[in-house]
Nanobody, 122 residues
Framework: VQLQASGGGLVQVGGSLRVSCTAS????????MGWFRQAPGKEREFVAA????????AYADSVKGRFTISRDNAKNTVYLQMNSLKPEDTAVYYC????????????????WGQGTLVTVSS
């Protein structure tokens, strides 16, 4: 199983960025997908998750209303659209896959990608 995250970069405060994660080696539409992030010196934290069908989503309070998670099962890809970015959004963003049900805990997920760095500059 491989989860390949991409799309990170440097963006100014208030800007937008979309990160993507393409999966291979698994039956993508059997897995819920999640995004987590880890800032330097901090623990990995939940950002957003989406059910296998895309019909259910969940967000951390810190990103609710600014970030949107979506997926395209035909492309085996999950996206995280990030708007109104803040300096505290700076982190390495990881995608993860969990069989069937979405979750908000690191321990819930079976597979992890390598991460993509998002830096929000003030």
């Amino acid at each position: 199983v491989q989860l390949q995250a991409s799309g990170g970069g440097l963006v100014q405060v208030g800007g937008s960025l979309r990160v993507s994660c393409t999966a291979s080696g698994l039956t993508f539409n059997s897995y819920a997908m999640g995004w987590f992030r880890q800032a330097p010196g901090k623990e990995r934290e939940f950002v957003a998750a989406i059910s296998w069908s895309g019909s259910s989503t969940a967000y951390a309070d810190s990103v609710k209303g600014r970030f949107t998670i979506s997926r395209d099962n035909a492309k085996n890809t999950v996206y995280l659209q990030m708007n109104s970015l803040k300096p505290e959004d700076t982190a390495v963003y990881y995608c993860a896959a969990r069989l069937r049900f979405l979750g908000s805990q690191v321990r819930d997920y079976n597979y992890w990608g390598q991460g993509t760095l998002v830096t929000v500059s003030s």
